[in-house]
């Protein structure tokens, strides 16, 4: 039996395109294995659409670099968007909740695959990005220095044809109620039928205006 940690690294905060720019919310990242050392990555990133920069895009390409388990670059990978939403549209199930006129989130799936090449070595999946924006955010010093990373870790292929586990939500609502309460499923279904456990931590910063975005290693 292989237990998965699921981490739950939602970032419900506002952040980029490469000159600058202040649009990452959050994201997240998975994969599926589809056999030898291949694997399906989708990543899903979610931006600020109103208060970021307007000039800010998804990027195209995306940069992901996959880095072995002692911490290696490995090789990295060019992504182009599959799917983009406008417009994800907040759940509005709250008397109390008129929806605001300065939230606007656009969302993104990259999905691509990768060939491991070690399968007697497990790997990590790393996308990373800057920034965040200071309209909505008072719990960060300087946010327009912050950005959002969002990995997986495969485990050696030969020792485990492995899929991540899927969180059964897509996301955690966009705006609550202040001082309401609210209820999030944050269960999940794994394809292998391995035990699951939960914790919270503290996210990865990710990277900053000096170096908005991973490329070429």
Partial sequence: MYFKKIVLFFILAFSSDFAFATHIVGGEMTYRYVSGNTYSITLSVYRDDFNGNPQALFDAPAYIALYDQNGNFVTYYEEYLDVQNNNVAPPINNPCLNQPNNVRIQKAIYTFNITVPNPNMGYHVVYARCCRNGALINNLLNPDYEGGTYTAYIPPTNTYHNSSPVF??????????????????????????????????????????NGPAIDQG
């Fill in 168 to 209: 059964v939500q897509d996301r955690p609502p966009i705006y609550v109620c202040l001082n309401k309460p609210i209820t999030f499923d944050h269960s999940a279904t794994d394809l292998n039928g391995d035990s699951l456990y939960y914790s919270f931590c503290s996210p990865i910063k990710g990277l900053d205006q």
